[in-house]
């Protein structure tokens, strides 16, 4: 049986492909506005996310960025759910980017490419665009939602905007080393250790774990490591940034070696986070001091 959750989600696909455009930044508003007011916990954990990327905010101005984050999550999802409703033309006039050519020099070398990525911006429009515009395939690694109803809704609405979705489980690794084989570009998340079984590096001055995965896969393919970020740059256009390559280069011990990169990949998601704190959509604990700032606050 479906969740209240699935049905909701299921009814703004349907409706948002009709909601003028001039629309969206008052519902984006409302919508976050909605989301963080009885949602203490997850206001508290963005509001230590974001005095990580921006140590100097404090007082109202934290106030307003915690709020602008709620609202630029609420206009995500309702950009989302009008993609599929979208032409080619539509999708190419919405994206700007710079470093496109690292892209297209991995897929002309043929060992796959993996992007990753923070939980930041709108990274379904630019796959959006890779698929419809450059004829791409694009494999995804996501993580499995509960109740199972809602993730293969999830599942079946990337699938429309045709992704390649490999959920995150004892079999992702083998998918993505056949999609790297048939030179896909593959997303990987690396901001957040779901299962707490990555590496140990320094994330904003503090130590945390992050996914071994796309340090391990590189090695293991020989697949370019490019970071990229989507900014949302108004409400009629994303920005898509995409790095140099990370170097993967294998210099000892395997574990060394995948700890090594995977520090380096940080340190460019650091940088792109900074660009645009209040578009960090990370609301889950990550370090574990968040958890000890949850508990004292009686929020755990």
Do not use: C, K
């Not at 299921?10 to 919508?31: C, E, F, K």
């Not at 506005?33 to 997850?42: I, W």
């Not at 206001?43 to 307003?64: F, H, I, K, W």
């Not at 993996?114 to 996501?142: D, K, N």
């Amino acid at each position: 049986m479906a969740s209240r959750l699935e049905h909701a989600f299921r009814a703004a696909s349907r409706v948002m492909p009709h909601v003028p455009q001039a629309a969206l930044a008052p519902l984006a508003t409302a919508g976050g506005t909605a989301a963080a007011l009885p949602d203490a916990r997850r206001r508290l954990l963005v509001e230590r996310n974001l005095r990580r990327a921006d140590p100097t905010l404090s007082g109202l101005a934290l106030r307003r960025a915690v709020q602008d984050t709620f609202e630029s999550y609420a206009a995500y999802w309702l950009e989302a759910f009008r993609l599929p409703s979208l032409d080619p033309a539509e999708v190419d006039a919405g994206l700007s980017y710079e470093g496109f050519g690292y892209i297209e020099d991995s897929l002309h070398r043929g060992n796959g490419t993996i992007m990753v990525l923070p939980h930041l911006g709108s990274w379904e429009w630019a796959a959006f665009w890779m698929t419809q515009v450059h004829g791409v395939r694009i494999t995804a690694v996501v993580e499995r939602l509960e109740p199972p109803e809602m993730f293969d809704w999830f599942a079946e609405f990337r699938r429309a905007l045709g992704i390649n979705v490999v959920p995150l489980g004892p079999r992702a690794g083998q998918e993505v080393l056949a999609a790297l084989r048939r030179n896909d570009l593959v997303t990987l998340l690396a901001d957040r250790d779901i299962d707490r079984t990555g590496v140990e590096v320094d994330f904003f001055g503090e130590t945390t774990t992050v996914p071994a995965g796309p340090a391990t896969l590189a090695l293991r393919s020989g697949a370019d490591l490019l970071p990229i970020a989507v900014y949302q740059r108004d409400a009629n256009l994303r920005h898509a940034v995409i790095q140099a390559p990370v170097p993967a280069e294998r210099e000892g011990r395997l574990r060394a070696d995948v700890t090594r990169i995977s520090q380096d990949v940080v340190r460019r998601l650091e940088d792109q986070i900074r660009a645009a704190p209040t578009q960090w959509h990370l609301m889950s604990p990550n370090w574990p001091s968040d958890h000890e700032a949850l508990a004292a606050a009686g929020l755990d």
